[in-house]
T-cell receptor, first 115, second 112 residues
Framework: NAGVTQTPKFRILKIGQSMTLQCTQD?????MYWYRQDPGMGLKLIYY???????DKGEVPNGYNVSRSTTEDFPLRLELAAPSQTSVYFC??????????????FGEGSWLTVV | EDKVVQSPLSLVVHEGDTVTLNCSYE??????LLWYKQEKKAPTFLFML????IEKKSGRLSSILDKKELFSILNITATQTGDSAIYLC????????????FGKGTLLTVNP
């Protein structure tokens, strides 16, 4: 059981470039999230999804896009990278219900630098 | 908008000390409060609290929730250098999307 898998782990982008952070989970979770964490800060929600075909904005969605074509995958796209998007990105998922719905599973993180 | 405030933001102690980390929150509909430990990678789950006054304990770590005063504390006794980490508090605001709102975290440094 792999849990939540994020790729790549590290990436350096030039200003204006585009890229996609991949996230996949094998726990059949409906709920998936993308967070970013800046130095000295907690996690801020970028986008989330409550199921395949359904996505919604979090606190800091500007400059990002997501899609959820399958239950397993929730990629995050940066269209025109900016230095302000230098951060650590975490994908997460959780199940639903009394036992499984209250534990969120995180990926290992993706360190992104925009120069 | 849901809000979570942690204090202190950073703390330096010596091995063997006892520390108390604080988390206060304002949410629309409270479902649960969670504590995480983060050591240079993904946060790892420590506790989930849903009811007031019931202490959760795991080894030297314990946590309790006060839903009337809207806060939680995380205690670590007999600290060790391996306890050095960022401790994150998060609240599930009760929506159908199960979103978590995180505080900024407390950076704990335990010196030998």
């Amino acid at each position: 059981n792999a849990g939540v898998t994020q790729t790549p782990k590290f990436r350096i982008l030039k200003i204006g470039q585009s890229m996609t952070l991949q996230c996949t989970q094998d726990m059949n979770h409906n709920y998936m999230y993308w967070y970013r964490q800046d130095p000295g800060m907690g996690l801020k929600l970028i986008y989330y999804s409550v199921g395949a075909g359904i996505t919604d904005k979090g606190e800091v969605p500007n400059g990002y896009n997501v899609s959820r074509s399958t239950t397993e995958d929730f990629p995050l796209r940066l269209e025109l990278a900016a230095p302000s998007q230098t951060s650590v990105y975490f994908c997460a998922s959780r199940g639903q219900g009394i036992v499984t719905g209250n534990t969120i599973y995180f990926g290992e993180g993706s360190w992104l630098t925009v120069v | 908008e849901d809000k979570v405030v942690q204090s202190p933001l950073s703390l330096v102690v010596h091995e063997g000390d006892t520390v108390t980390l604080n988390c206060s929150y304002e949410v629309t509909n409270f479902r649960s409060l969670l504590w995480y430990k983060q050591e240079k990678k993904a946060p790892t789950f420590l506790f989930m609290l849903t009811s007031s006054g019931i202490e959760k304990k795991s080894g030297r770590l314990s946590s309790i929730l006060d839903k009337k005063e809207l806060f939680s504390i995380l205690n670590i006794t007999a600290t060790q250098t391996g306890d050095s980490a960022i401790y994150l508090c998060a609240v599930d605001g009760g929506g159908s999307n199960y979103k978590l709102t995180f505080g900024k975290g407390t950076l704990l440094t335990v010196n030998p």
